[in-house]
C-alpha cells in the first residue's frame, strides 16, 4: 500500500468515524453449550452458522465449546444458541497463566478444560498484566528454559 492508499484509507476512516458509523469487526464468540452428541453438536452448528456476519463455526464437543468467527454480535450469537434449546453461556474459561491465584475456591473448577481456570469479574482474583505475567513464566516449572537456583 503507497501513500496514497494509507490516504485514502485513512480518510475513508475519518469519514465513517464522523457519519456516526461504527465498523463492526472481525472477532470470535466463544460459548460453552452443552452437547450430548454429534446430532447435538450439528444442531448447534447449523444455528451458530445462520448467524448475520458469522465466517465459521468450530464445535469442540469433549469440551462443550463452540466458536463463532466473523463480524458477529456477541449477544446475537448468544442467543442463537439458546434458542437451539441447549443450555449455554458465554465462555466462562480463561487459561490458568493469567490469573495471579488460579486455585482459589471460585476460581478454581474441576469441570473446566485442562490448564484452564473459571474467569472471574472479582478484583480479589487479580489477573496479570503481560509483565507480571512474562515473570510468572520465567519461575515456572513448566517453562523449560526457566531460571533456576542450584
Same mark, same amino acid.
Given at each position: 500500500?503507497?501513500?496514497?492508499?494509507?490516504?485514502?484509507?485513512?480518510?475513508?476512516?475519518?469519514?465513517?468515524?464522523?457519519?456516526?458509523?461504527?465498523?463492526?469487526?472481525?472477532?470470535?464468540?466463544? @460459548? $460453552?453449550?452443552?452437547?450430548?452428541?454429534?446430532?447435538?453438536?450439528?444442531?448447534? /452448528? %447449523?444455528? !451458530?452458522? *445462520?448467524? +448475520?456476519?458469522?465466517?465459521?463455526?468450530?464445535?469442540? @464437543? $469433549?469440551?462443550?465449546?463452540?466458536?463463532?468467527?466473523?463480524?458477529?454480535?456477541? /449477544? %446475537?450469537? !448468544?442467543? *442463537?444458541? +439458546?434458542?437451539?434449546?441447549?443450555?449455554?453461556?458465554?465462555?466462562?474459561?480463561?487459561?490458568?497463566?493469567?490469573?495471579?491465584?488460579?486455585?482459589?475456591?471460585?476460581?478454581?473448577?474441576?469441570?473446566?478444560?485442562?490448564?484452564?481456570?473459571?474467569?472471574?469479574?472479582?478484583?480479589?482474583?487479580?489477573?496479570?498484566?503481560?509483565?507480571?505475567?512474562?515473570?510468572?513464566?520465567?519461575?515456572?516449572?513448566?517453562?523449560?528454559?526457566?531460571?533456576?537456583?542450584?
Amino acid at each position: 500500500m503507497g501513500v496514497s492508499g494509507t490516504m485514502e484509507f485513512l480518510s475513508d476512516l475519518l469519514s465513517s468515524a464522523k457519519k456516526g458509523k461504527k465498523k463492526k469487526q472481525m472477532n470470535t464468540v466463544s @460459548l $460453552k453449550v452443552r452437547m450430548d452428541c454429534e446430532g447435538c453438536a450439528l444442531k448447534v /452448528k %447449523k444455528a !451458530l452458522s *445462520a448467524v +448475520k456476519g458469522a465466517k465459521s463455526v468450530v464445535i469442540d @464437543l $469433549k469440551n462443550q465449546k463452540a466458536s463463532v468467527t466473523g463480524f458477529v454480535d456477541p /449477544k %446475537k450469537v !448468544l442467543k *442463537a444458541a +439458546k434458542a437451539t434449546g441447549k443450555k449455554s453461556e458465554p465462555w466462562p474459561y480463561v487459561p490458568y497463566t493469567m490469573i495471579a491465584h488460579p486455585y482459589v475456591a471460585g476460581v478454581y473448577d474441576k469441570k473446566a478444560p485442562p490448564n484452564y481456570v473459571r474467569g472471574t469479574d472479582d478484583p480479589a482474583v487479580a489477573t496479570l498484566n503481560p509483565v507480571e505475567e512474562q515473570y510468572t513464566l520465567m519461575f515456572s516449572d513448566d517453562n523449560p528454559n526457566a531460571c533456576s537456583v542450584m
